[in-house]
């Protein structure tokens, strides 16, 4: 069980799967420090310096030692737009490698289509028989 277990664990695909999810997980950090240091404030800024971050509505106040308890509404808001900028980044990307892909598609063609230079000679052998008939 434990040799069958280890070939399931190093197949391509469970490797692959596994460098997607780090290098998602990094890039999630790159995106929400995007959104939360860059985009956010800039439209707080144009909101006449809004901060996003605080937006919350009070649903209770502190009392006796409990925290007080608020619908943080400005956190949501930051979360859609991380997933509208992530969203769009990897359609953008599925978008490229499909292009790469049709490229690649265009060129197997283009390849056999292409002649070899033994079919080639052979050609201009048969042409010249043909001529000397």
């Known amino acids: 069980m434990l040799k ?9 695909n469970v490797m692959d799967l596994a460098i997607g999810v780090v290098v998602g997980g990094a890039f999630g950090k790159i995106v929400t420090s995007l959104v939360n240091d860059v985009i956010m404030p800039l ?6 310096g809004l901060n996003f971050t605080y937006l919350s509505i009070p649903l209770r106040a502190e009392k006796d030692g409990i925290p007080a308890l608020t619908l943080n509404y400005g956190s949501f808001i930051q979360n859609i ?6 969203a769009f980044s ?9 292009n790469f892909k049709k490229k690649e598609e265009v060129q197997e063609v283009v390849e056999e289509v292409k002649i ?10 048969r042409d010249l028989l043909k001529e000397e008939k």
């Open 116 to 125: 070899s230079d033994e079919t080639k000679l052979l050609m201009e052998i």
């Open 90 to 98: 990897i359609f953008l990307f599925i978008k490229l490698l499909g």
């Open 81 to 86: 737009v991380d997933f509208i900028i992530i």
């Open 4 to 12: 069958e277990f280890k070939e399931f664990a190093m197949k391509g």
């Open 43 to 48: 439209v707080g800024l144009l909101l006449g």
